[in-house]
C-alpha cells in the first residue's frame, strides 16, 4: 500500500513540476506579464516624446514662432530694433549666511 502511495505523490510531483517550473510555468509567466507591463510604461513615454516632436516638426515647418523662438533661446539672437539686456548679479551684493549662522551658535 506504502508504494503506491509513494508512486502516487511521485506522479503528483512530476505532473506539477512543468506547471510551476517548466517553460511555460507559473513562473515564467510571471516574469514575462512584469516585462510586459515595463515595456509598455516606456512605450507610452516614448509615444508622448515623439508626439512632442511631431508636433515641433509641424511648428517648424508651418511657422515662423517656432524658429523664432529657438534662435532667441538656443543663439540669443533679436530682432531688429530690440535691445538684449543680461542682468548679472553682484557676488558681493548677496548677504552672506554663514556669518550670521555662526554669531547665533
Known sequence: MRIVVY?????LVIIQY???????GWL???ELDRGV???LEKNEALA?????LAGEVKDLKD???AIEERARAEHGM?????IFVQVVPNKKSAPDTSA???SKK
Do not use: C, F, H, I
Open 7 to 11: 508512486g502516487m505523490l511521485a506522479l
Open 48 to 52: 508622448a516624446r515623439n508626439a512632442k
Open 37 to 39: 507591463s515595463k515595456q
Open 28 to 30: 515564467r509567466v510571471y
Open 18 to 24: 512543468p506547471l510551476w517550473l517548466g517553460k511555460g
Open 63 to 65: 511657422g515662423t514662432k
Open 100 to 102: 550670521s549662522d555662526q
Open 78 to 82: 533679436s530682432k531688429e530694433g530690440e
